[in-house]
């Protein structure tokens, strides 16, 4: 199973960018899958959710009301649609697939990375 993420850049406080990871190998409409951060000099810490279906999420409180997981099994791919985004939102941005199908949100409950893709969001 492979994971390709993309969509990362630098943009302005209170912009957007959407990420998207696209998933090869595997059965990907039967993966729970998720977003992940890390910033410099900090742990990798879970961003967003989403199980099997769609029809359950997680998301951080630092990013509740901002930031929205999406997926789309026809594609084989997850989003990650980011708004008023904030420079403390500056990380790489990784996303994971896990076997099980429900949502997760500690990184040992993931078996498949993504490569990452750095996101700098300036003030």
């Known amino acids: 199973v492979q994971l390709q993420a993309s969509g990362g850049g630098l943009v302005q406080a209170g912009g957007s960018l959407r990420l998207s990871c696209a998933v090869s190998?595997?059965?990907?409409?039967?993966?729970?899958m998720g977003w992940f951060r890390q910033a410099p000099g900090k742990e990798r810490e879970p961003v967003a959710a989403?199980?099997?279906?769609?029809?359950?999420?997680y998301y951080a409180d630092s990013v509740k009301g901002r930031f929205t997981i999406s997926r789309d099994n026809a594609k084989n791919t997850v989003y990650l649609q980011m708004n008023s985004l904030k420079p403390e939102d500056t990380a790489v941005y990784y996303c994971?697939?896990?076997?099980?199908?429900?949502?997760?949100?500690?990184?040992?409950?993931?078996?498949?990375w993504g490569q990452g893709t750095l996101v700098t969001v300036s003030s």
């Open positions: 989403i199980n099997w279906s769609g029809g359950r999420t």
């Open positions: 994971a697939a896990r076997r099980t199908a429900l949502v997760a949100t500690t990184k040992s409950q993931y078996d498949y």
């Open positions: 190998g595997g059965t990907f409409s039967s993966y729970g």
